[in-house]
């Protein structure tokens, strides 16, 4: 079955824009979570919703959002950017919400912010 | 907050010598999951360990749980280059989300 799609896979914005990432799951997961990875902070993790609702969120500004769609594919955005939102955004679906079951990511969105 | 180290951060050896990688906390974590990462491509799942002091073998790969599920480790026996890559270990906190280590970078060199 097909995996994580996550597009786009690369961007390039200015400080001060805004972006939007977005990710469709494994078909039948429902739980949606994004992470946000950097050489310097690894994976850090931004929030998770299932069934359209946000269930949990990490510590990051609130310039960062997300919502989930009725067919759980999920968006994230990241407004007024700053340099420091440069990093490898990922996306992972999974089955259940928790206990903590098998994470499947996407290959991410890379983004520069320049 | 609760933290995972991963140590060593970066480990280069040659082909066919053994390693351990080490995931270590002052938390407490209900679960704990090894992931391997490859450039270009998102974190896949190596094997998930729940009770303290369990041992899971995955062909050449051991995996163990600290008694106390406060650290965990990574054996590889006879490592080979297809083993290059991004180690993470991530620990389930029981808040509904997960905590990553920063990783460790393995590089087997032909």
């Known amino acids: 079955k097909a995996g994580v799609t996550q597009t786009p896979r690369y961007l390039i914005k200015t400080r001060g824009q805004q972006v939007t990432l977005s990710c469709s799951p494994i078909?039948?997961?429902?739980?949606v979570s994004w992470y946000q990875q950097t050489p310097g902070q690894g994976l850090q993790f931004l929030f998770e919703y299932f069934s359209e609702t946000q269930r949990n969120k990490g510590n990051f500004p609130g310039r960062f959002s997300g919502r989930q769609f009725s067919n759980s594919r999920s968006e994230m955005n990241v407004s007024t950017l700053e340099l420091g939102d440069s990093a490898l955004y990922l996306c992972a679906s999974s089955l259940s919400r928790w206990p903590t079951g098998e994470l499947f990511f996407g290959e991410g969105s890379r983004l520069t912010v320049l | 907050t609760q933290l995972l180290e991963q140590s060593p951060q970066f480990l280069s050896i040659q082909e066919g010598e053994n390693l351990t990688v080490y995931c270590n906390s002052s938390?407490?974590?209900?679960?704990l999951q090894w992931y391997r990462q490859e450039p270009g491509e998102g974190p896949v799942l190596l094997v998930t360990?729940?009770?303290?002091?369990e041992v899971k073998k995955l062909k050449r790969l051991t995996f163990q749980f600290g008694d106390a599920r406060k650290d965990s480790s990574l054996h590889i026996t006879a490592a080979q280059p297809g083993d290059t890559g991004l180690y993470l270990c991530?620990?389930?906190?029981?808040?509904?989300?997960?905590?990553f280590g920063q990783g460790t970078r393995l590089t087997i060199n032909p």
């Open positions: 078909s039948g997961h429902r739980s």
């Open positions: 991530a620990g389930d906190s029981g808040a509904q989300k997960l905590v």
């Open positions: 360990v729940v009770t303290g002091g």
């Open positions: 938390s407490v974590f209900s679960s």
